[in-house]
């Protein structure tokens, strides 16, 4: 149905206590990238907040295809979205359960601009105050949409968060506000190794990957403050984002303030894998 005629009646979990997890997966050429990578994390959220599955792998794949089919666009993003439901309003799991409610929408997938590409863009860091399972993709995002909204009141593209004490941890990296970062130092491509503190990202394993297959000496590894801010590039990816530069972190130049020949490298063979990914039957 069109989006405007969507509703969800107000007592649902999800609008009144944020209790539900989501999914964002990028459609090229009209296919869905990593569906099954998407599924599988999908599958850890719900885990993570004790949410039986309501769709199979194979029910999920028809709804997604369904929902590809009935928008229009090459390139879409598509937006899952699963709450424990509508039930009186009580902190603790209905009891019965009651069923989940289940919201899909396609949006435009719009690509980041060529000049955003060309001249990298810029971020700030923030204490991560966030809660300590960041690895649940959870709809209750406020903490990070605070967070987002101080890279947009200083005219940046993305917020880095380091755990610092004052967040139970011990001064290192975490991840972007909506995305995950990574170092290049010394032509070592950097990324914080996974954990409950951070989102396990679908475009970081496919860069990882791609690292990997090409003969790009990378490490996973903790990332400090002062390595973020010693760092030759820096690179954040994400769904939607794919992968991009950032080349002034509150107001310092990252390295020479040019996107490097680490973004401009693993950029294209982001985008060849995309195309080879897609080409196939
Ligand atoms: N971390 C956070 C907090 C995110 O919200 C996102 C996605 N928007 C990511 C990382 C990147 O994950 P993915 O590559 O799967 O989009």
Redesign the pocket.
């Known amino acids: 149905m069109p989006i405007g005629e969507a509703t969800i009646p107000v007592l649902d979990r999800g609008f009144i206590f944020g209790d539900g997890v989501y999914e964002?997966i990028p459609v090229y050429s009209r296919r869905a990238f990593r569906l099954s990578e998407h599924l599988k994390r999908l599958q850890a959220s719900l885990d993570g907040i004790r949410l039986p599955n309501p769709h199979s792998e194979a029910g999920w794949g028809k709804l997604v295809d369904e929902l590809i089919a009935r928008n229009e666009g090459e390139d879409q993003y598509l937006y899952l979205h699963i709450t424990r439901g509508v039930a009186k309003r009580d902190h603790a799991f209905p009891q019965p359960p009651v069923t989940p409610t289940v919201f899909m929408m396609s949006s435009p997938l719009l690509h980041p601009a060529a000049e955003l590409l060309a001249t990298g863009v810029s971020a700030v860091t923030a204490s991560d105050n966030r809660w300590l399972r960041c690895d649940i993709k959870a709809i209750s995002l406020l903490p990070?949409v605070l967070l987002r909204q101080l890279a947009v009141d200083a005219g940046c593209a993305e917020t880095i968060l380091i755990r610092d004490e004052a967040g139970g941890g011990d001064g290192f990296m975490t991840?972007?506000?909506?995305?995950?970062i990574f170092i290049n130092k010394n032509n070592v491509l950097c990324a914080p190794p996974k954990n409950s503190l951070?989102?396990p990202?679908?475009?970081?394993d496919v860069v990882l990957e791609l690292a990997a297959a090409h003969h790009i000496p990378f490490e996973v590894r903790k990332i400090g403050k002062a390595e973020l801010f010693s760092a030759d590039e820096i690179l954040l990816?994400?769904?939607t984002r794919e992968v991009m530069p950032i080349t002034l972190l509150d107001g310092k130049p990252v390295g020479n303030g040019k996107p490097g020949p680490m973004f401009t490298r693993l950029y294209s063979l982001y985008q060849n894998f995309k195309s080879e990914v897609m080409r196939q039957p």
Not at 175 to 180: I, L, M, P, Q, V
Not at 201 to 204: E, F, K, Q, S
Request: negative net charge.
């Open positions: 964002v990070n991840e972007g506000a909506a995305s995950n951070m989102l990202g679908i475009t970081y990816t994400s769904s």
